[in-house]
C-alpha cells in the first residue's frame, strides 16, 4: 500500500512539473520619456540617433537636443556644432555623423572626417561603404568619396527627397520620393528607377525587401526585381510615417503610435502615454543598450529590452506597492492630481477597500507559503490588522465596513475633496454612507456588498492554513465566524447601521430565488454563501453551519443553483441583471472556489462543485486570466492553461497608470459581433496594449484617464497564486 502511495506521488509530481511554467529570462519592455524642456518648447522635432557611448540626441528647428533624465535639452557640448546650421544627422560606424548646408562631417575619429558637398540647400544624407556619401536637395545628388571626391552627381527636376538609405547587401543607395524609389549602385552609379507609386511616406530595407509606408498601409517590393505586393492594410493603422529595420526587426511609425511585426506575423503595438509622449511618430532608429528610440512630434520614448524574470517583476512590484499603495495598512489606489504626475499622488478610499486588501494579503501569504520570507509574514499582519479594524469600528457584530478614514477626510471617489451636498447625501443625517466611530475620531463606511465579504472570507481562510503562529490563525477564525455569525442572525443578509440590509449583501432564499436560473446572481449567491458556511464549519466544525448549509440546500435548492453549469447564464428580458456578463461576478466566484470545492462536506458534493467550477473557467479561458486559472489549479484541477497565464504575467504593464487607450481603430484585429460577454475582437489583446483594470474589469480594450496609479496587488496576487500552485518555477537564470 505505502509503494502505490509513493509511485502515485511521484506520477502527481511528474504532472505538475509537466505543467510548471519554467521562469527562465524574457525581454521586458518598458518606456522611458523626455519631453522638451521650458527652452525648447515648441521646437520642431526631425530625428533622433545614438552612439556607440550610449548618448542619444535629437535634431530640431532649434538645433540639436541631449535626450537626458526624461528631458530634451540643448546640445551645447561641441560648441563648433552650436554655430553650425544642421540640416540632419545619422549614425555610421556607431558615431555621429552630420549633415550641414557646407558639409559632411564628424567629431569621431579624432575630427578628421570632414568632406564640403556643394550643394546648394542640401535637405538629405545617407553614409554607404567606406565613407561615402550620398547628399541630395530637392533636385540634385552628389555621391563623394572619404576624401570629397565627387565620384557621382546627378540632376533631377522635382526630386524632393524624403528618405535615402543605404542597402548594404545590395551595395547600392535607396532614395525615396512621394511618388518614386530610385536606386544607385555604387559600382556603377545611375538614378535607376525601380518603383511608381503614390502618397509614398518611408521605406526600409528588410529580409532582402523594400518595405515601402504609405498613407494607407503598406507595400513590399521583393526581391532585385522589386515585384510589387498588394496594398497591406491590416495594420494597428495605416498612415505609415516611419520604416526601421532594427536588429532584423521591422518597426512602423504612424499618426497613431508605433509598432513591431512579430515573427507569427501580427504586431507589438506601442500607443498611448503608456508608451510614447504623443502618438504622431516622426521618427524610429536603434537605441543604446538593446533599445528602439521613438521620436514623436512633442517628444522621445526610449522602448527598453531588459532580462527579466517573472519573479524580478514581482520584487519590482512588491516596491512599488509598499512604496505608494498602503493606506492605513488597507490597500490604496494613487490618486493623481495631475494625469501621470506621480508627485501628485495622494489616497483616498473606495467602496472596497476590504477587497482590494485581501487580494493583496493574500498573495502575501502565498509568498510566505513558497519562501518563508519574514518581509511577507510581516507585511499579511499588518494587512490582516487593517481588516481587522473593518469589523471593529461598526457597532454591528461581525458587520464589515467598507472602509475607514479619519473624520473629515471621506471622500470616496470625488477626487478632490466633496462639496457641501456630497457632505449632505453621503456623510450627514439623510444619507450617512460614513458613520461616525466610537471614538468620534473615525468613521467608517458603510453598505457593504457581496464582493468584500468575498475577499473577507477568501483570505481570512488562507490566513487560518497559512499563517505560522496559531494566535494569528485564531483571530483569522474569528473574522469568519463572527461575519457568517451575522449574515445568519440577520436572515441571511448584511444588515447595516439603519437595520436594513445593504444592496448586494443578500442571500436570502426569497431574494436568491427571485431570479430565473440563468440570471447569474441566482447561481453565484447561491454559491457565495455555501462556500462561506462550508469555511465556517471547516474552520470552527460547529455542527450549526453545516445543518445552516444543509438546510439552504435541501429546502431552497442552493446546491442545484450553484451546480448550474456557467453556460446557464444568459441574457433574460426586461430581467434585472441579465444584460451582460459581470466581470465582478467572476471576480467573487473565483474568490469563492477554494472554500467552494475544497471545503466541501463530502467526496460526493467535491466532485459535483468541481465540475461547475470548472464550466465557469471554460468560458473565461479566453481571456488568459492567470489569477483565475490558478485559482482553479488550487481546486485540485489537473490542467489548466500555464502558458497562457504566464504570457499574460510577461505582457503586464510595467507602468500601472491607467493610461487613456483606444484600440478602437486599429485594422490588424477581428472584430467580433456585439455579443453578452462584451468582447470586441476574436482574441484578447496583451495586457500592455489595453487600458489598465482591476481583476473585475477583465477584457476592457479602450478608456482610462492617467489619474491614477492602480495598486500592484493586481500581478502580485496571481504571481505568488501561482508559485504557490507549483505552475510557476523558481527564477531560473
Known sequence: MRKLIVIAGLIFSMLANAQEYKDVPYLQDYAVKFALNDANKGAALLQVRSDRNLAIKMLSDNGLLNAYENELSSDMQYRPLTDMKIVAFDNYQNQYVYLTDTSVLSNAWGGT????????????????????SLVTSSNELKLLNKTGKVIWEANQKDLNPISVQYDDKQGRFLLLSENVIYAIAIAKPELKKIFSGSNLTAMAVYNNDIVVGTDNGIITLSGMTATESEVNQKLPWTEITALENINDELWFGSTKGAFKLREDGKYDYYASERWLVDDEVIDIAEGPENSVLI?????????????????????????IQRLRHIRYGLTANLELKTPGDLTTGYYHDTDNDGLWTSMYLAGELYRYAVTKDEDAKQNAYEAFEAMERLTALPPMHGFPARSFERDGYEVGLHANGFS????????????????????????????????????HFYVHALFAELAPDQEWKDRAIHQIKIQMDHIMDNNWYLVDWNGKPTAWGKWNPKYVNSFPINVGDRRLNSTLILSFLQTTYHFTKDEKYKKAALKLIKRYGYDENAN?????????????????????????????????????????????????????????????NPLWNYLFALTGAEKVDVEESAWNLREYPMDMIDWKIDNSHRKDLV?????????????VLPPDERVLHKHNGAYRNDGGRGMQEYAPYIYLLPYWAGRYADLISEPKQ
Open 295 to 319: 521620436a514623436t512630434k512633442t517628444g522621445l520614448s526610449q522602448i527598453k529590452f531588459v532580462s527579466m524574470t517573472l519573479a524580478a517583476k514581482a520584487d519590482y512590484f512588491q516596491k
Open 564 to 624: 448550474r453549469p456557467a453556460t446557464t447564464i444568459g441574457f433574460e428580458e426586461g430581467e434585472y441583471l441579465s444584460d451582460k456578463w459581470n466581470h465582478s461576478d467572476d471576480e467573487m466566484y473565483f474568490l469563492t472556489i477554494p472554500g467552494f470545492v475544497n471545503y466541501s462536506f463530502t467526496e460526493e458534493q467535491r466532485a459535483k462543485h468541481f465540475e461547475t467550477v470548472k464550466s465557469h473557467w471554460e468560458i473565461e479561458r479566453s481571456e488568459k
Open 671 to 683: 472584430k467580433i459581433e456585439p455579443n453578452f460577454r462584451s468582447q470586441t475582437y476574436s482574441e
Open 420 to 455: 457641501e451636498e456630497w457632505y449632505k447625501k453621503h456623510v450627514a443625517e439623510n444619507g450617512r454612507i460614513w458613520q461616525l466611530a466610537e471614538d468620534k475620531k473615525w468613521r467608517w463606511k458603510s453598505t457593504t456588498s457581496s464582493d468584500e465579504t468575498c475577499g
Open 113 to 132: 572626417f570632414e568632406v564640403e558637398h556643394g550643394i546648394q540647400k542640401p535637405t538629405h544624407f545617407v553614409m554607404g561603404s567606406d565613407f561615402t
